[in-house]
């Protein structure tokens, strides 16, 4: 009887032993998640930005078009 005793004591232990890993990789992967998430939204912090500036880039290059007129032998030799 003992015998069942320590053998069934020895496999809570394990568990438990087990219990406490599982825990400690459900941590890590919560973690990561985490992380995960911010470097995401960094990543479309950066291409919003990128977009805005082009959008703004091709504005500005609409405008000089606009100003600039074109370039005939007229105004060359002004």
Do not use: H, P
């Amino acid at each position: 009887m003992k015998k069942i005793e320590q053998l069934l004591d020895g496999i809570i232990e394990r568990q438990d032993l087990f219990a406490k890993q599982m825990e400690q990789v459900l941590d890590k992967l919560c973690e990561n998640q985490v992380s995960c998430k911010k470097e995401e939204d960094k990543f479309l912090c950066c291409a919003k930005a990128f977009q805005q500036v082009k959008e703004a880039i091709e504005c500005l290059l609409e405008q000089l078009d606009t100003y600039g007129g074109c370039i005939t032998q007229q105004t060359w030799n002004d």
